[in-house]
């Protein structure tokens, strides 16, 4: 659904070019995706082997939280090329992936991976490459004389099985109830007040009418994105952006409410409270709230309302409580939560009394991090620090011990996406080095400290245990999630008449608090989020050129039109100095 590429030309003289101009797309490589001939190639796998070399497993994308299905082609323990489930298998995506789920997978063979555990013996030392036995006797012996003093985070990039695993480890071994998922921005408040279903991606390609309440889903849930884009070009549906910044997405919109920043609580205080008192302070109009009343109203089929991971837990709780109350007779209403990483909603469904981050450390004298924090000088004058991870990070910087954890291309697992369906992770290469799953260490932890969850080896086994401690992945097992051309939900409590009055409540003192603040008018740039580096996408050489935006060369001459022969001078001289180029050096070329 972006412009990003044309045809010029026709018959044997059709190019490829870019509109004219520079490419300015999210570089997501669907164009390689569907290209008929091969003439386009992935820049990250050309030519390092033959497709029918690679052993191809589907498995599923360890950034977004959409959930998309794709397949990883390996050969001899190394992950070459990954393209979309579809190729191969129908997935809930077809053909589609972003530029991080099909490029950025080099972080998986990285030669800075953690090889082997590592212990620093005294504060301020170095970490030392040590046996798995050392490690693990070392972390059972420091957590026993802590007792309730441990705590536990786990990174919403796990698998639910590592998840459920850590908690199990906080409440029976340590005993204890300090635990977090260190998820920027919970959606925990959204998902505890449902009053309506969770829409799945289906329901959104063919919604009537989509009202979309902060986030940016062509930034950070990419295939939600497509398929609104989809549900407007395609069928008509009506979308409405509620949105402090003007996003891309808003120029598929029927209707933009720009509201001031940080004002969704005043927002939501008239959308779902029914009271208006607040919103001047959002910067909008009565009339801005009966205009997205009157699109819901007027909507011939579902309606779907998203809702961002930038909301207070007050806002989430008040429109997940209050979407039952806007449907009508032949329209449904349907909620979807815009969860920022690929298991944020594995991290709700099996942890929903975790803690704040921030809470859980400073509460802790030890402490179990799978993953790293956000914000690592948290960790600063903990007596105890155990971290389970791929690479050496600003979080690996205050561990005591250090476990090399293996990637989601090395494991067999689940995770949860943003419309509750639980799938698969497969496993396509053993663990590299001595790297081992999140949840076999934290199990092996625990049989080391005397309580055995019964599922050390056994990816199958720890998801049977919690299925069965999850009311809504009740009855689940790995067969069952076997086709995920028809995806499994997970059974979400949903229930009309919550008593949402504490939330409104706190919608009016945060409403009440807001300052004056100029709206902001600058559309972002693409990219702006998706091709931020991280750990993971800094591994691919790639992604450092978007991360600076993908600039474009101050020389820069396109032209889709001219041809050169293979000694570097074009074909028609006179087309070719029509604009202005006649050496192939000019676009990139050599003589």
């Known amino acids: 659904g972006e412009d990003a590429i044309e045809a010029g030309n026709r018959g044997v003289n059709t190019v490829i070019g870019t509109y004219g101009g520079w490419l300015n797309c999210s570089q ?61 298998v129908n997935g809930l995506n077809g053909e589609f992936l972003d530029v991080k789920a099909r490029f950025a997978h080099e972080f998986i063979n990285h030669p800075d991976r953690i090889k082997t555990p590592m212990v620093r013996y005294s504060k301020g030392g170095k970490l030392i490459p040590a046996t798995w036995d050392t490690a693990i006797k070392m972390i059972a012996e420091k957590f026993a004389g802590f007792g309730s003093g441990v705590g536990v985070v786990a990174s919403p990039r796990l698998t639910n099985e590592s998840i459920f695993t850590l908690g199990r480890f906080a409440k029976e071994v340590a005993k204890t109830d300090n635990v977090a998922v260190s998820d920027r921005r919970s959606m925990a408040a959204f998902m505890a007040n449902l009053s309506v279903p969770l829409a799945t991606h289906n329901d959104i390609r063919y919604a009537a009418a989509i009202v979309i309440i902060g986030g940016e889903p062509e930034e950070e849930q990419t295939f939600t994105a497509k398929q609104v884009r989809q549900a407007v070009r395609n069928d008509g549906a009506k979308l409405v952006i509620v949105n402090d910044t003007p996003i891309r997405l808003r120029s598929q919109a029927s209707r933009f409410v720009h509201i001031n920043p940080a004002s969704y609580d005043a927002f939501t205080l008239a959308f779902a409270g029914g009271d208006n008192s607040a919103l001047d302070k959002a910067g909008i109009g009565s009339e801005d709230i009966d205009a997205i009343r009157s699109i819901i109203n007027e909507a011939s089929g579902d309606v779907v309302i998203m809702a961002g991971n930038e909301l207070s837990a007050a806002a989430q709780a008040a429109i997940a409580a209050s979407a039952a ?30 803690k704040r981050v921030e809470d859980v450390v400073s509460a802790s004298k030890a402490l179990l991090i799978a993953g790293s924090l956000p914000d690592a000088s948290l960790l600063a004058g903990k007596e105890f620090v155990v971290v389970q991870e791929l690479f050496e990070t600003e979080t690996t910087d205050h561990a005591d011990v250090v476990l090399p954890a293996a990637s989601f291309a090395e494991v067999d697992g689940t995770f949860t996406n943003n419309a509750g369906n639980v799938q698969r992770v497969r496993k396509a290469i053993n663990p590299v080095h001595q790297s081992k799953p999140d949840w076999m260490i934290t199990s092996l932890i625990a049989a080391e400290m005397g309580v055995d969850f019964g599922y050390s080896f056994s990816a199958s086994a720890a998801f049977r245990a919690l299925a069965d401690a999850v009311p809504a992945y009740e009855g689940l097992r790995y ?37 004056a603040a100029e709206k902001i008018t600058e559309t972002p740039i693409v990219g702006h989020k998706l091709h931020r580096l991280t750990t993971m996408t800094s591994k691919t050489a790639q992604f450092h050129l978007l991360a600076h935006g993908n600039p474009k060369p101050d020389n820069l001459l396109v032209s889709p039109l001219v041809q050169f022969n293979p000694d570097g001078t074009p074909r028609e001289e006179a087309e070719a100095a029509a604009v202005g180029i006649l050496d192939r050096a000019q676009v990139g070329g050599t003589k």
Do not use: F
Request: glycine share 10%; aromatic share 4%.
């Open 28 to 88: 997501c490589g669907n164009c390689i995706e569907v290209c008929p001939t091969g003439t386009l190639l992935d820049g990250v796998y050309r030519h390092a082997t033959r497709p029918w070399e690679l052993d191809q497993t589907i498995t599923t994308d360890v950034y977004g939280s959409d959930g998309m299905q794709l397949s990883i082609g390996s050969r001899s323990g190394e992950v070459h090329r990954i393209v979309a489930r579809d190729r191969y």
């Open 325 to 354: 109350s806007l449907a009508g007779e032949g329209r449904r209403v349907l909620l979807h939560p815009l969860m920022l990483h690929n298991n944020s909603m594995g991290g709700v469904d099996i942890l929903p009394w975790a």
């Open 479 to 515: 067969p069952v999630l076997k086709d995920e051309s028809n995806p499994v939900q997970a059974k979400y409590a949903v229930e009309t008449g919550r008593d949402i009055s504490a939330s409104i409540e706190a919608l009016k003192a945060s409403a009440a608090s807001l300052e």
